[in-house]
């Protein structure tokens, strides 16, 4: 079974950074692409940033300068980082991860996978 485990979360003040990891385990046939949303209290599931399987990378407009995604290694090696800075009191959400990810189990198709999420608080 495909999983995306989220790690890193935690607590930060105010003007600090913080870097979040998503492992990717288990048996896969290829990656699409990855993404992290994210989810205050009260709120949508909002993107925060994507990069698909080339490398390329989008952020939405309001999430443009403080936060940077990354990808190491290659289908079910893969890790992806969202790197945030100058962190802010309403970046404060659960920070989930998600991938398309090509698996054969039960049949070859494109699953979509989700994370538990790991929660980021930024408070001073």
């Known amino acids: 079974q495909v999983q995306l485990v989220e790690t890193g979360g935690g607590w930060v003040q105010p003007g600090e950074s913080l870097r979040v990891s998503c492992d990717l385990s288990g048996s896969i046939l290829g990656l699409n692409g990855m993404a992290w949303y994210r989810q205050a209290p009260g709120k949508q599931r909002e993107l925060v940033a994507s990069i698909t399987a080339s490398g390329s990378t989008h952020y939405p407009d309001s999430m443009k300068g403080r936060f940077t995604i990354a990808r190491d290694g290659d289908n079910a090696e893969s890790t992806v980082y969202l790197q945030m800075n100058s962190l802010k009191p309403e970046d404060t959400a659960v920070y989930y991860c998600?991938?398309?990810?090509?698996?054969?189990?039960?049949?070859?198709?494109?699953?979509?996978?989700w994370g538990q999420g790991t929660q980021v608080t930024v408070s001073s």
């Open positions: 998600r991938g398309e990810i090509v698996t054969g189990t039960p049949y070859p198709h494109i699953a979509d996978v």
